[in-house]
């Protein structure tokens, strides 16, 4: 008798953006959605911002956007990989925070 586990799966099918490459759109998506949201603009203006930045995400990436919603859908099935594509996007953002208070000046050095 052969079981057979649906989702118990540690790969990622061959169609879908591996883990990585699906955090490091999403980091570039958090990152600019932050820029867009200090812009204090209509929501309907933000969204349309924040789509445009996806597209040049993705082509800079060259990600075709067909293959990032199946991405997408696929993580959002599978809610343990998607986990570990945000606990890669949390560890990058932190290190990106703490790299940019290090490189503030301080009151002081403002002084």
């Known amino acids: 008798m052969v079981l057979v586990c649906a989702g118990c799966s540690t790969s990622v099918p061959e ?4 883990k990585k490459t699906m955090a490091s759109v999403l980091i570039e998506m958090y990152i600019q959605e932050a820029r ?7 929501q309907d203006s ?4 924040n789509q445009l930045a996806l597209e040049r995400t993705l082509k800079e990436k060259n990600i075709p956007d067909s293959v990032y919603q199946k991405s997408y859908h696929y ?3 599978n ?12 560890d ?15 009151e002081e050095e403002l002084e």
């Open 15 to 18: 169609w879908a953006l591996d």
């Open 36 to 42: 867009i949201s200090e812009m204090n603009l209509s």
């Open 46 to 49: 933000a969204s349309v911002l």
């Open 75 to 77: 993580y959002m099935e």
């Open 79 to 90: 809610l343990k990989k998607f986990d570990e594509v945000y606990a890669i996007v949390i």
């Open 92 to 106: 990058s953002l932190k290190v990106r925070e703490a790299m940019a208070a290090e490189s503030k000046p301080s």
